[in-house]
T-cell receptor, first 114, second 114 residues
């Protein structure tokens, strides 16, 4: 199906474990983003990528790692999960050029760290 | 980082009533976006605003880009039960214009009673 898909949709893990959240988009959008959503904070940017092999930190990047070897995939890894990383994670993408300011979001991945 | 003050935090209204919510910033923005998020889903774009003073409608929704470039409002007329959700404003700083600096408000949670 066309669009942006995230997996898994729900994940429970334990403190200290490594977790990878996947994001796949079928539009060939150049930009991709990871946000986390927490009560009282809205959506906060974790990492973004302007193109394959180009990534940069957002405002809450500590404890997270990203890669982008292919344009369509942008996985987010928590190398050693902590309880403070319990959150809902959203992947988003956008085009360049006209309408470039508009982000399209995936359905989210709800992560619980015990 | 920059903060967007979005108000009210929550609203409980009756079906048929009009709704108004707004966002303010201490910085000048060059784009305002309004998103709606339904339970278990990612935010979906409602309206995008690109020029100061711009007034744009999308069905029963109307949004305006404030003249000062530091605020925006969203109105919903004749609310219906499917309007339930969380409404987010988002904007880009005037001095960056890059997607990496898209800032989100903390959201307005709308509940509609019959």
């Amino acid at each position: 199906d066309a669009g942006i898909t995230q997996s898994p949709r729900y994940k429970i893990t334990e403190t200290g474990r490594q977790v990878t959240l996947m994001c796949h988009q079928t539009w060939s959008h150049s930009y991709m983003f990871w946000y986390r959503q927490d009560l009282g904070h809205g959506l906060r940017l974790i990492y973004y990528s302007a193109a394959a092999d180009i990534t940069d930190k957002g405002e809450v990047s500590d404890g997270y790692v990203v890669s982008r070897s292919k344009t369509e995939n942008f996985p987010l890894t928590l190398e050693s999960a902590t309880r403070s990383q319990t959150s809902v994670y959203f992947c988003a993408s956008r085009i360049t050029g006209v309408g470039a300011n508009v982000l399209t979001f995936g359905a989210g991945s709800r992560l619980t760290v015990l | 980082g920059q903060q967007l003050n979005q108000s009210p935090q929550s609203m409980f209204i009756q079906e048929g009533e009009d709704v108004s919510m707004n966002c303010t910033s201490s910085s000048i923005f060059n784009t305002w976006l309004w998103y709606k998020q339904e339970p278990g889903e990612g935010p979906v774009l409602l309206i995008a605003l690109y020029k100061a003073g711009e007034l744009t409608s999308n069905g029963r929704l109307t949004a305006q880009f404030g003249i000062t470039r530091k605020d925006s409002f969203l109105n919903i007329s004749a609310s219906i039960p499917s309007d339930v959700g969380i409404y987010f404003c988002a904007g880009y700083y005037i001095n960056t214009g890059t997607a990496s600096k898209l800032t989100f408000g903390t959201g307005t949670r709308l509940q509609v009673t019959l």
